[in-house]
């Protein structure tokens, strides 16, 4: 049974986390350019919404305190909700056509984000991983490229695989880790989905699945992608065998999190920015976030180590 949470209703809801100390929920609007979160109980929780300068494609929480954020132009530390956004790094692109999007961090505490090129003329999006542990000063590294929308990142917990999709590919990519050092290594296809049909519409009677958006991993090790328009979620055990097809209440889900004290609440974001109006009409929730109550637990959020 699924839930939606009033108030929650983005053009483009992405990057949520559950912030286990603070017992909300956060997540973003990317054209919208607001973060997003709850206060109090999730049945009864409020919604607080930070606007920023520009799009911020994902973001993280610090272990010291605040937010690390992706932005049009480069990534920011926040040291405090709605406070003074500092620039760690900047990229080299053109930010007229080229912008953060799916990321997050991993056990380390380093923090991952990849682009996404929005004319969606060719693979040059890149996927960075940002360090600034110890103090030293913030470095950026590009670890994977040949992608045109960066997303569906996630880290297996033993920390030897990275998950990363390409939406506009309909694929998802695998790689090996070496975790301390930071390298991958044989890069593979973890799963290539049909291409979208021509002329297909949501009340086309030809099947399509979607293409892989947002995604994160359950304590048993699989993978949960959304699907956008595919109005469903996938579930992916490691040998990457679909074990599981949840259908939404939203056409175009975008990004799935664990939450709640036992992480057995599935929340997942979605947008309606572009839908058509009788999209809109049959599925209401749209935009806002949906939740259930799922057998199996999540991995808690890793926190940005500055």
């Known amino acids: 049974m699924w839930t939606t949470l009033q108030d929650s209703q983005c053009e483009l809801g992405e990057s949520p986390f559950w912030h286990p100390q603070e017992r909300s929920l956060y997540w973003v609007d990317i054209p919208g350019r607001a973060v997003l979160r709850t206060r109090g109980e999730i049945g009864m929780a409020t ?23 992706a932005l ?15 620039l760690l790094a900047g990229v080299d692109y053109d930010t007229r056509t080229m912008r953060f999007n799916d990321g997050k961090c991993d056990a380390l505490g380093r923090f991952w984000a990849g682009t996404l090129n ?24 590009a670890m994977a490229g040949d992608a045109t929308t960066a997303n569906g990142l996630a880290f297996s917990a033993d920390r030897r695989t990275v998950y990363w999709s390409d939406t506009a590919a309909h694929a998802i990519r695998a790689w090996d880790w070496d975790s301390e050092p930071n390298t991958l290594t044989n ?32 304590a048993e090790g699989c993978y949960w992608a959304a699907m956008f328009e595919g109005g469903q979620l996938l579930r992916f055990n490691a040998a990457g065998e679909q074990v599981a097809a949840i259908a939404t209440p939203v056409q175009c889900p975008t990004m799935p999190c664990f939450g709640g004290d036992d992480l057995k609440t ?21 935009g806002c976030v949906v939740s259930m109550h799922v057998a199996t637990p999540g991995m808690s959020v890793s926190f940005f180590e500055d």
Do not use: H
Request: charged fraction near 25%.
């Open 187 to 218: 890069p593979r296809v973890f799963q290539q989905f049909a291409p979208k049909p021509s002329g297909w519409t949501p009340s086309s009677p030809v099947r399509y699945q979607g293409r892989p958006d947002g995604a994160t991993l359950d």
């Open 47 to 69: 919604v607080e919404r930070w606007l920023l300068p520009s799009e911020p494609g994902c973001m993280a929480p610090a272990r010291s305190g605040g937010l690390v954020i």
């Open 266 to 286: 599935l929340f997942v974001t979605s947008a309606r920015r572009g839908r058509p109006a009788e999209e809109i009409e049959q599925r209401p929730a749209s």
């Open 118 to 141: 929005e004319a969606k003329d060719r693979p040059n999006a890149t996927l960075f991983c940002l360090d600034a542990r110890d103090g030293k000063a913030p470095s950026v590294t």
């Open 72 to 86: 049009r132009d480069g990534i920011y530390r926040a040291r405090e909700w709605g406070g003074e956004l500092t």
